[in-house]
Nanobody, 120 residues
Framework: QLQASGGGLVQAGGSLRLSCASSGRTLSRYGMSWFRQAPGKERAFVAAITWSGSSTYYADSVKGRFTISRDNAKNIVYLQMNSLKPEDTAVYYC???????????????WGQGTLVTVSS
């Protein structure tokens, strides 16, 4: 089970940090990612990180603004979101799978989602 947290309401240009933790799984064994789903839209890839943290991947829409990282000692994965825009408003989900990838089908385990709302 994955638990995503850290969402909330923020003004455009602001920052939030999302966290993804697990009480039952050792996250260092998994590639991890963040996806988001805006109202009326499909779930979309945001960022991914390999199990070691040596490689990261980002959607073009968030490059330079978002940073994915992990602390394997604490069993937590983060998504630092800066310069937030209203179009970043969505429910954000963390996911774990054997490999880091861009497709939701790569991932076996999903968190419950945390809502991020960016006001203009």
């Amino acid at each position: 089970q994955l638990q995503a947290s850290g969402g909330g309401l923020v003004q455009a240009g602001g920052s939030l940090r999302l966290s993804c933790a697990s009480s039952g799984r050792t996250l260092s064994r998994y590639g991890m990612s963040w996806f988001r789903q805006a109202p009326g839209k499909e779930r979309a890839f945001v960022a991914a990180i390999t199990w070691s943290g040596s490689s990261t991947y980002y959607a073009d829409s968030v490059k330079g603004r978002f940073t994915i990282s992990r602390d394997n000692a604490k069993n937590i994965v983060y998504l630092q979101m800066n310069s937030l825009k209203p179009e970043d408003t969505a429910v954000y989900y963390c996911a774990a799978g054997p490999y880091a990838g861009l497709s939701p089908s790569r991932y076996d385990y999903w968190g419950q989602g945390t809502l991020v709302t960016v006001s203009s």
